[in-house]
C-alpha cells in the first residue's frame, strides 16, 4: 500500500496521459431491480427481503419500493433513455422472487421470465448489450424465512436460479455478475442490520454468509462454464465493492499495515477466494485467531473454513474482475479490542480528510484519486498472474432529494474526475480497465435510505403517480464523454443534447400539444421530435414517447423535445 502510494503521487507529476480510451472501451449505467422497478407483487412476484423491510417501515420515512421509478410498465420508456445516452452496455438486476417468487424452480413465474425477456430484447434491439446481475440485495423472503443467506442449502437454490436464467437469457446475454457489492450484503444485512433483512450479528451471521456466498457464486460460474460456456460464448464474473485505505501516516509502519488490513477486511475478504487461493486472505484469519486468543470469553468473530474441495471449487471462477468503487478512508492503526465488526477484529480505524467535499451520503466522500490507487493495487494483489480486464461496475454519488435539480454540478464534477482517474490508470499504468458504469440510469428507491438520496443521470419525479424522467446536465455530460470516448482536447463552443441515430421517431405534433420545454444548451435547429397523445395511462406510458415505426428514415432524437419533466 505505501509503495503504491508513494509511485502513484509520483506518476501524478507525468506527462497527462492521452485524452481518449482505447477503442473498444465500453460505457455503461445500470440500475437494480429493488429501487426501479415497481411492481412488487404483480406478474406472480414474491415478496423479497426489501419489501418486507420497507412495508416494516424500517426504511427512511417509512417509504416502500412498492412503485419506484415502475419501470416494470416502462420498459420502452427506459431504453430510449438509455439510447440518448449512446450507452454500449446497460447493467441491471434480475429480482430473484420475480423469476421464481419462493426461491425455487417449481414456483416459477412465465410472467416474470416474460418482464425480463422484454427488456433485454428492447436493449438488443436498440444496439446496447445487457449485463445481468444476478442478485443484487434482494433476496425472496420465502428464503429468508429460513434463515437466508446463513443456510448452507441457498447453495443449490442460487444454482438452479442461476442455470434456469442462463438457460432463458443466455442467447442474448453474454456479461454475467453472479452478485453485486456482496459486502454489503454480509456486513449491512447481516452484520449491522441497517440493511434488509436486519439482522444484527457480526460475530458469526455476516461471515456464514459470505461463505455460502462465495459457494454460490461458484456453483453458478462453473453451471455456466460446463453447461452453457461453449453455445453462448459468454462470461461470467462477480462486482466487488471496495474503497481505497490510504494510510494516514504513510511514515508509520503500522499505519500502512492498518489500511492494508481495511483492505483485506473489505476486498480480500471475497476476491482472495476467488482470485488468489480459494481460501480467506491469511491476514483475516490471522486477525480472527488472534482475537479468539485474545477475547476467550467473548469472541467477536468466528470465521467458516473452506475444505479442500471447496477451495478447489472457488478459486479461479471469475472472466474478469468486476469493481464497484465510490470512496476512500484515511487508516490508522487502532487496538480494536473484543468489539466484532471489521474495525474491530482489523484493528484499525478509518476515517476522512476534514477537507474533502461531502455529498448527500454519510459514507461517500469524492476522493478521485483512490480509484487510481484502488485499481493499481488490484492489478497487482489480484491479476498479475491471470490477466483478466477489469471491468468498473459502478461508480456515482448522490444528491440531496430536497435539493438535487437538473443541474447537478457535483455529480459532473465527481463523474469527470473519476473517469479520468480511471483514464490514467489505463494508459498511463497499463491497468487492463475495459469498461466504465455510471450509477445510475435514473433516481431509485435508495435500499435504507428510501427515496431521500438521488444517485441518477436522470431526475425522476416520484410525487407523480407515472414517475417520468427528466435527464440532469450530467446525463448530457456522460453522452459527451461516450461520443468522445474520453475527453476532447477542443471545448465546444455550445454543450448539445446527446443525440443517436434512430431508425423510429416520434408521431409530430403541433408544439402547442408537446409542452416541449426548451433548454439553452441545446442549440440543435432541428425540427424538434414531440410527444404523441395516443399512449394510454393504463399502460403507464403518460408523458412518454410512442415509438411507432413511422418510416426507415433516420432520425436524430433530442431529450429536451421528448421530456418535458
Not at 445516452?85 to 441491471?92: A, M
Not at 414517475?467 to 468522445?484: M, V, W
Request: glycine share 8%.
Amino acid at each position: 500500500v505505501k509503495q503504491l502510494s508513494e509511485d502513484i503521487t509520483g506518476w501524478q507529476n507525468k506527462e497527462k496521459p492521452k485524452e481518449s480510451f482505447p477503442s473498444g472501451f465500453q460505457w455503461a449505467t445500470s440500475s437494480v431491480s429493488f429501487k426501479t422497478e415497481g411492481g412488487w407483487s404483480e406478474g406472480g412476484k414474491g415478496e423479497t427481503i426489501w419489501d418486507r423491510f420497507g412495508h416494516e417501515g424500517l426504511a427512511f420515512a417509512n417509504q416502500t419500493a412498492d412503485l419506484a421509478c415502475d419501470s416494470y410498465r416502462k420498459v420502452d420508456y427506459d431504453v430510449y433513455l438509455l439510447r440518448g445516452l449512446q450507452v454500449d452496455t446497460y447493467q441491471f438486476s434480475i429480482s430473484w422472487a420475480r423469476i421464481f417468487p419462493t426461491g425455487y424452480r417449481q414456483s416459477q413465474s412465465e410472467k416474470g421470465a416474460q418482464y425480463y425477456d422484454q427488456l433485454i430484447n428492447a436493449l438488443v434491439a436498440s444496439g446496447i448489450q445487457p449485463i445481468v446481475t444476478l442478485y443484487h440485495w434482494d433476496l425472496p423472503q420465502a428464503l429468508q424465512n429460513y434463515g437466508g443467506w446463513t443456510n448452507a442449502s441457498i447453495v443449490e437454490a442460487f444454482k438452479d436460479y442461476a442455470d434456469f436464467c442462463f438457460s432463458r437469457f443466455g442467447d442474448r446475454v453474454k456479461i454475467w455478475n453472479t452478485f453485486n457489492s456482496p459486502w454489503v450484503v454480509s456486513h449491512a444485512g447481516y452484520g449491522t442490520g441497517v440493511h434488509a433483512p436486519g439482522v444484527k450479528d457480526y460475530v458469526e451471521s455476516s461471515y456464514q454468509v459470505t461463505h455460502n456466498i462465495l459457494k454460490s457464486h461458484a456453483e453458478a460460474w462453473h453451471v455456466y462454464n460446463d453447461n452453457y460456456r461453449k453455445t453462448q460464448g459468454g462470461k461470467v464474473g462477480i462486482a466487488l465493492n471496495s474503497d481505497w485505505a490510504e494510510p494516514s501516516d504513510p511514515a508509520k509502519p503500522e499505519d500502512v499495515a492498518a489500511a492494508d488490513r481495511y483492505l483485506q477486511f473489505m476486498l480480500g475478504w471475497f476476491a482472495h477466494p476467488i482470485f488468489v487461493d480459494g481460501d480467506y486472505p491469511a491476514i483475516l484469519k490471522d486477525q480472527v485467531e488472534q482475537k479468539k486468543t485474545a477475547c476467550s470469553d467473548s469472541v467477536p468473530a468466528k470465521l467458516p473454513v473452506f475444505t479442500p474441495t471447496e477451495s478447489k471449487r472457488i478459486l479461479g471462477t471469475a472472466d474478469f474482475f468486476g469493481l464497484n468503487h465510490y470512496t476512500s478512508r484515511l487508516v490508522s492503526n487502532s487496538d480494536g479490542g473484543c468489539t466484532p465488526g471489521p474495525d474491530g477484529v482489523g484493528d484499525f480505524h478509518a476515517t476522512v480528510d476534514p477537507t474533502w467535499s461531502s455529498t448527500a451520503s454519510d459514507w461517500i466522500y469524492p476522493v478521485p484519486w483512490g480509484l487510481r490507487r484502488l485499481l493499481n493495487y488490484i492489478a497487482t494483489e489480484y491479476l498479475s498472474a491471470n490477466k483478466l480486464p477489469v471491468y468498473i461496475t459502478g461508480n456515482g454519488m448522490p444528491t440531496d432529494y430536497s435539493v438535487d435539480s437538473l443541474t447537478d454540478t457535483s455529480r459532473m464534477d465527481y463523474m469527470r474526475s473519476y473517469i479520468n482517474e480511471a483514464l490514467k490508470a489505463t494508459l498511463t499504468d497499463g491497468v487492463d480497465v475495459q469498461r466504465f458504469t455510471v450509477q445510475s440510469l435514473m433516481d431509485g428507491f435508495e435500499a435504507n435510505q428510501g427515496y431521500s438520496q438521488r444517485f441518477g443521470l436522470h431526475y425522476v419525479n416520484f410525487e407523480v403517480g407515472s414517475r417520468p424522467r427528466t435527464p440532469k446536465q450530467s446525463a448530457y455530460l456522460y453522452a459527451e464523454i461516450i461520443e468522445q470516448n474520453g475527453f476532447s482536447s477542443q471545448k465546444s463552443k455550445k454543450f448539445k443534447a446527446a443525440e443517436r441515430p434512430l431508425t423510429r421517431r416520434l408521431a409530430a405534433l403541433p408544439p402547442s400539444e408537446t409542452g416541449l420545454v426548451h433548454h439553452s444548451f441545446d442549440t440543435s435547429s432541428a425540427q424538434p421530435l414531440r410527444l404523441s397523445t395516443n399512449c394510454p395511462s393504463q399502460n403507464g406510458c403518460t408523458d412518454q414517447v410512442s415509438l411507432t415505426l413511422l418510416s426507415s428514415n433516420t432520425q436524430k432524437v433530442r431529450w429536451p423535445a421528448v421530456w418535458k419533466y
